[in-house]
């Protein structure tokens, strides 16, 4: 065991940990979630981009010297190659705006480097947590800066797994092309349509919130390196913020850029606001699209059954044969959460005061359950639902040829009147409209049965061309 003080007092800390005195205390104060940043890598890495860019920044300006820059970086190294995630030990829900994470990877950071420098951990005398590896810095620059480039990572996952949802119903909707179907506003009877349409749709609304959330993510962009405490820059060199931002973006891969006004930025958390919202718009969205996927698959005798969906596991202990739609379900379960996520973490923003937020480790646990969340939502909606899915053909056919709601596409060869005089009689004497239309004198079966095809039924002026 080895001994680590601060202020407080003096704690034992096992041999083997890289954590120290402050993590220590976090860990007895927070007992909260049961999930330790151990949980969040891409926060880990950010973390570790974040000093490794301080200590390049803190070599140039001399406030730390070579071997210790050096053996800094190479811890930093290690953390963003997935080593040590384990030492992160704080819960993620914790007071003091995220001090106890950020002591947690100072501590990390400080007892790897001593061992690259073939030194015992809490050799403090030579790499210190707080002298040297959080030189320069507070929790209240580093912290917000590292959710931020985590965030951006999330992010970028998150596109990549919609992005491949959406070629799933592209594919789909190619596939269905030729599927006429009827349409329902309401639950109701509408219009026709093609099945390949409804795919279709649900593909446009995906790739709508791919572009919507790409163009958000440069809001993960703007940070307050730099700005230390309050945004002031107390305890950094002249130069230091556009040093450690520049450096910052060549470590991390992100474009990063400093502030405009690192006291804005210090006390200003809206950003995770306007990333969440778009969040939260994306779930609502993949929501109704699972919602659709469950009507429309229900059944499957008694239901809609347009569709069949890939039966993935029993559906039920009691009833034998029994399929339910169980990944739409996972999907809509998620994005409750992730709407859950947007009102904790509007409230967070809004809690902030003065000069500093001290509610962000919940938008970061927030921000980083909505997105990995969705990520796997969406990749699981591909695999294990979208690509399975089949049309239920001979049953689309036999309405299609029953279905009054054709009349409304003849509204502009013989008017409103005589088509609804189809609708009616055919409603009441349970025929089909074309032999309907022909026992009114309208229209015979042989000109009825040339337009009621696709190509006719779901284009804009088709009917009329005719």
Excluded at 27 to 42: K, Q, R, Y
Excluded at 342 to 364: K, S
Aim: aromatic share 4%.
């Amino acid at each position: 065991m080895r001994q680590e003080h601060d202020f407080i007092g003096i704690k034992t800390i096992p041999p083997d940990a890289y954590w120290g005195v402050h993590s220590a205390r976090a860990v007895e104060n927070f007992p909260i979630t049961g999930h330790s940043v151990a949980h969040m890598p891409e926060l880990i890495r950010a973390f570790a981009f974040v000093k490794k860019a301080a200590a390049q920044a803190n070599l140039q300006f001399g406030a730390i010297n070579l071997k210790q820059a050096t053996a800094i970086s190479q811890a930093c190294d290690d953390l963003i190659s997935g080593q040590l995630h384990e030492q992160f030990v704080v819960d993620v829900i914790q007071g003091g705006a995220g001090t106890s994470t950020n002591m947690n990877a100072n501590e990390v950071i400080a007892n790897r480097a001593l061992e690259h420098l073939g030194l015992p951990k809490g050799t403090y005398d030579v790499i210190h947590p707080n002298d040297h590896v959080n030189a320069s810095q507070s929790t209240n620059d580093s912290y917000p800066t590292a959710v931020k480039l985590a965030t951006y990572a999330g992010i970028q996952k998150l596109l990549i797994a919609l992005a491949e949802l959406r070629s799933a119903f592209e594919a789909k909707a190619g596939e269905f092309a030729h599927i006429l179907k009827i349409g329902r506003t309401q639950l109701q009877d509408a219009v026709p349509m093609t099945l390949g349409q409804e795919f279709s749709a649900f593909a446009a609304m995906i790739a709508d919130d791919e572009k919507r959330l790409r163009e958000s993510a440069y809001l993960m962009t703007e940070v307050n390196m730099g700005g230390t405490a309050i945004g002031t820059g107390i305890n950094a060199p002249v130069g230091y913020a556009g040093a450690v931002t520049k450096a910052l973006a060549e470590i991390s891969g992100v474009p990063v850029v400093k502030a405009g006004d690192l006291i804005a930025a210090t006390g200003d958390t809206g950003a995770f606001a306007d990333i969440s919202g778009i969040l939260k718009r994306v779930a609502v969205k993949l929501s109704k699209i699972s919602n659709d996927l469950r009507l429309l698959s229900s059944g499957p005798q008694a239901g809609v059954a347009d569709i069949k969906l890939p039966a993935r596991q029993a559906g039920s202990s009691i009833m034998p044969g029994k399929v339910n739609p169980v990944i739409p379900e996972v999907m809509n379960q998620v994005c409750f959460e992730v709407i859950g996520n947007d009102a904790a973490i509007t409230m967070a923003v809004e809690a902030g005061q003065l000069q500093l937020n001290a509610f962000e480790p919940l938008m970061a646990w927030a921000l980083h359950k909505s997105l990995s969340h969705l990520s796997s939502a969406c990749k699981t909606l591909q695999v294990n639902c979208v690509e399975g899915i089949v049309a239920n053909e001979a049953l689309l056919d036999s309405r299609i040829a029953e279905s009054v709601t054709l009349v409304t596409a003849l509204n502009p060869l013989i008017g409103y009147e005589k088509a609804a005089k189809i609708a009616k009689t055919a409603i009441a004497n349970g025929k089909q409209i074309a032999v309907v239309a022909e026992e009114l004198g309208i229209m015979s079966r042989t000109e009825m049965n040339k337009l009621l095809v696709a190509d006719k039924l779901t284009q804009a002026g088709a009917l009329t061309a005719a």
